[in-house]
């Protein structure tokens, strides 16, 4: 059959993105969505996200990795499906959806910027070298030197793999402090098993992280990520983080057809 497909990418997270309101796609078949996501021998992207209806929202968000899984929640991926449901007129600058972590709330601004609410954060987990703590897909966060030449893949395999985090597993990210509200960021992403030009759970576990740490005060940080900028928001109260905002570009890169 024609599979008809679109592709979007936020500061350099890639994304097959199918539209699936009348529930024809076959979500089972791990192999197929593996083979869309190759990028040599299918379309290439970092996940898979299908829109699908809702009884209650505008939306349902279904994310899998280009491993063929279904995964957790991708930020990056939810301001692409967002900017995806504008283009269908299934929203207009506004919208609430479901996803695998629960409701979020998502605005598209003038500039075509998308911020999107992500889950509130109670539990952060500190330890003498690094940060734990989930955003909706678990994050370890942890401090390195020389960010520019580290070899992201190597150590953030080892730690993903390692005894810390077990079968499960966790998405890495390696950070460099630039100033006193900016941080750059480098993120291994499980179920990709490898880098990543940008994770949006990612720069959200960061933000917060440094926040934890004190190594920033503010309550909106910058984040260089390898495919561009994001900025994270949120509310901060006795421990409490809420009103969590993740906001950057969702943008349109082609539409076509494949063989499935």
Do not use: W
């Not at 605005?107 to 703590?133: C, N, P, R, Y």
């Not at 005894?163 to 509200?181: A, R």
């Amino acid at each position: 059959m024609q599979l008809e497909f679109y592709k979007y990418q936020g500061t350099g997270n890639d994304f097959v993105i199918i539209d699936n309101r009348l529930d024809f796609f076959p979500k089972e078949n791990t192999q197929l969505i593996a083979h869309l996501c190759d990028r040599r021998f299918g379309i290439g992207g970092d996940g898979l996200i299908l829109l699908e209806n809702d009884t209650t929202t505008d939306f349902k968000m279904v994310y899998y990795n280009s491993d063929g899984n279904q995964s957790s929640m991708c930020g990056n991926g939810g301001r692409c499906l967002v900017a995806f449901a504008k283009k269908l007129n299934v929203i207009k600058n506004s919208t609430t959806f479901i996803a695998t972590d629960g409701l979020h709330h998502a605005t598209i601004e003038e500039d075509g910027l998308v911020a999107l609410q992500m889950i509130d954060v109670a539990e952060v987990k500190v330890s003498s070298d690094h940060v734990f703590l989930n955003t909706g897909s678990p994050h370890h966060v942890q401090l390195v030197d020389d960010l520019e030449n580290y070899n992201i893949k190597e150590n953030g395999a080892a730690i993903r793999y390692g005894d810390l985090y077990g079968k499960v597993g966790s998405n890495i990210n390696f950070v460099k402090q630039i100033n006193d509200t900016t941080f750059s960021l480098r993120t291994y992403e499980r179920g990709v098993e490898d880098e990543t030009l940008s994770c949006g759970t990612g720069a959200t576990a960061v933000a917060i992280a440094m926040n934890v740490l004190g190594k920033t005060d503010s309550s909106s940080i910058d984040l260089n990520v390898e495919g561009g900028k994001l900025v994270v928001s949120f509310d901060k109260n006795e421990g409490q983080f809420t009103h969590v905002f993740l906001k950057g570009p969702a943008e349109f890169v082609f539409k076509g057809t494949i063989e499935i």
